[in-house]
Structures are given as structure tokens and as C-alpha cells.
């Protein structure tokens, strides 16, 4: 089955510290992977995307995700969070039928 | 700036009502789609359409229509709302000719409340 999964449902990290949100995809072949945003009472917004290539990708507001495909994995890091980074983050992939699957969120808040 | 909307924001109904969420573009996409968010759940797919004439059901189709107005206008209706309905409704939108995209776009979600 098609799947993606986030394992932790919520973190909490302090402000300046490091982050790594976990994401492993269940699909049979490689996905064109995304991690989406969602600000409390907004919409959902791009950080980044993953279709080919170098399997480092960088995305806005300072974060990046690297693409693993021995562990079917796309972690999510940033090296320094800010208060404004409190949101829920999704993992998602592009799976066929122009459908994309989404993982069910992680809810970051940020120790001050 | 290339928007998607959504009216209402907010809504609070009755059980049994008739409940349309409206969704409009100004990006020129020609793919637009229907998700419902509950907390722990992700978003899951309700209905998606390719164009005016292609109207697909997703993975939680039951209790809800659509109808594709236009090329920028999609809107999911609930025909008698009831609780287990309650949830934030987000429209997307994506760009079939841009092959390597695969990106949506999406609205700023309509939170509906049925009691």
C-alpha cells in the first residue's frame, strides 16, 4: 500500500536548537516527495520538493530534507529553529493519478 | 498575485443542511482538487477534477458532490450535513503541463462545524 509515515506526532524543541522531523514512504517506486507547512489558521505552503537529482535539497526558510533511498526515507531538518517555525509539518508524495499521499503531521512547538 | 480562494472561512451548520464550499483560481490551473483535514488524519482526498468534463472521486467520496462551474471554480457540497462532517476543507490546485511539477497549490482551508 501507498503510505507515508510520520512516527512522531508531536515534538518540542528549543528555540536556537536543531531540528529532524521523520518521514518514510511506503511506494513502489521513487516518489516525487514534498514537505508542506501549515501555520496555525493558514493553509498549507511548500518548503520544499524532491523529483531527482542531487539528494540534498534545500527549501524556504532555511530548512532542507535529504532523500534516502535505502530507508525509504525524507527527514526534514533545519540547524537553528525560530518561534515562528511552531507549526505542523507534512510529508507528502506524489503517487500516480496526479494524487499526492500525505503522512498525518507533526506538530512543532518551539521552547522559548 | 495567482491566487486560491475559498468562501466561507468559517461555518457553522445544522445537522441535515445543505452545505456548498466554493473554490476559486487565478493561476490558470487546469487541475483542482477537494480535501478534508482531521487532526491525527492528514489531508485525505474527496473528489479531484482534470478539467470541466473529468470529475474524479478520492479515497472518502461518500456524502459529498462536486460540481467544476468553470475552469477556475470547484465546489464541494454537502447535501445533508451531519457531525462526523466536521473538519477544516482545503481546495488545491495544479498545473498538468508542467510535467515535473507535480506541486498543488493550495487555499487558505474553509472550517466547517455541523452540529
Known amino acids: 500500500a501507498q503510505s507515508v509515515t510520520q512516527p512522531d506526532i508531536h515534538i518540542t524543541v528549543s528555540e536556537g536548537a536543531s531540528l529532524e522531523l521523520r518521514c518514510n514512504y511506503s511506494?513502489?517506486?521513487?516518489?516525487?516527495l514534498f514537505w508542506y507547512v501549515q501555520s496555525p489558521g493558514q493553509g498549507l505552503q511548500l518548503l520544499l520538493k524532491y523529483f531527482s537529482g542531487d539528494t540534498l535539497v534545500q527549501g524556504i526558510k532555511g530548512f532542507e530534507a535529504e532523500f534516502k533511498r535505502s530507508q525509504s526515507s525524507f527527514n526534514l531538518r533545519k540547524p537553528s529553529v525560530h518561534w515562528s517555525d511552531a507549526a505542523e509539518y507534512f510529508c507528502?508524495?506524489?503517487?500516480?493519478?496526479?494524487?499526492?499521499?500525505f503522512g498525518s503531521g507533526t506538530r512543532l512547538s518551539i521552547r522559548p | 498575485d495567482a491566487d486560491v480562494t475559498q468562501t466561507p472561512r468559517n461555518r457553522i451548520t445544522k445537522t441535515g443542511k445543505r452545505i456548498m464550499l466554493e473554490c476559486s483560481q487565478t493561476?490558470?490551473?487546469?487541475?483542482m482538487y477537494w480535501y478534508r483535514q482531521d487532526p491525527g488524519l492528514g489531508l485525505r482526498l474527496i473528489y479531484y477534477s482534470f478539467d470541466v468534463k473529468d470529475i474524479n472521486k478520492g479515497e472518502i467520496s461518500d456524502g459529498y458532490s462536486v460540481s467544476r462551474q468553470a475552469q477556475a471554480k470547484f465546489s464541494l457540497s454537502l447535501e445533508s450535513a451531519i457531525p462526523n462532517q466536521t473538519a477544516l476543507y482545503f481546495c488545491?490546485?495544479?498545473?498538468?503541463?508542467?510535467?515535473?511539477?507535480?506541486?498543488?497549490?493550495f487555499g487558505p482551508g474553509t472550517r466547517l462545524t455541523v452540529l
Open positions: 493561476k490558470g490551473h487546469d487541475r
Open positions: 507528502a508524495f506524489y503517487s500516480s493519478a496526479s494524487k499526492i499521499i
Open positions: 511506494y513502489g517506486a521513487t516518489p516525487y
Open positions: 488545491a490546485t495544479s498545473d498538468s503541463s508542467k510535467t515535473r511539477a507535480r506541486e498543488q497549490f
